[in-house]
């Protein structure tokens, strides 16, 4: 069986952010998503770069919320079982 592929740094973040149900520092968010294999800093470059600018663009283009300085979640209503 092979190994999964990383996915991208915006994809990795989402997919932390609906698995913890809140929001996080961008460095937990990487920390994690390097732990869950999400990110792999052997075949990607500049992890911290690329998702540091993915998670400012997602904020300013409304994909997630900047709740506070470096500190990202999910939209209201985009987890489930979250009232929005």
């Given at each position: 069986m092979s190994e999964p592929r990383p996915l991208e740094p915006l994809?990795?973040?989402?997919?932390v952010l609906r698995e913890e149900g809140?929001?996080?520092h961008w460095t937990a968010i990487q920390d994690l998503?390097?732990?869950?294999?999400?990110l792999d800093p052997f075949t990607q470059r500049d992890i911290r770069k690329r998702l540091v600018a993915a998670l400012?663009?997602?904020a300013r283009e409304g994909t997630l919320v900047r709740e506070s300085t470096g500190v990202y979640g999910l939209p209201p209503g985009s987890v489930p079982g979250e009232a929005g």
């Open positions: 994809e990795a973040a989402i997919a809140r929001a996080l998503a390097l732990k869950r294999g999400y400012s663009a997602a």
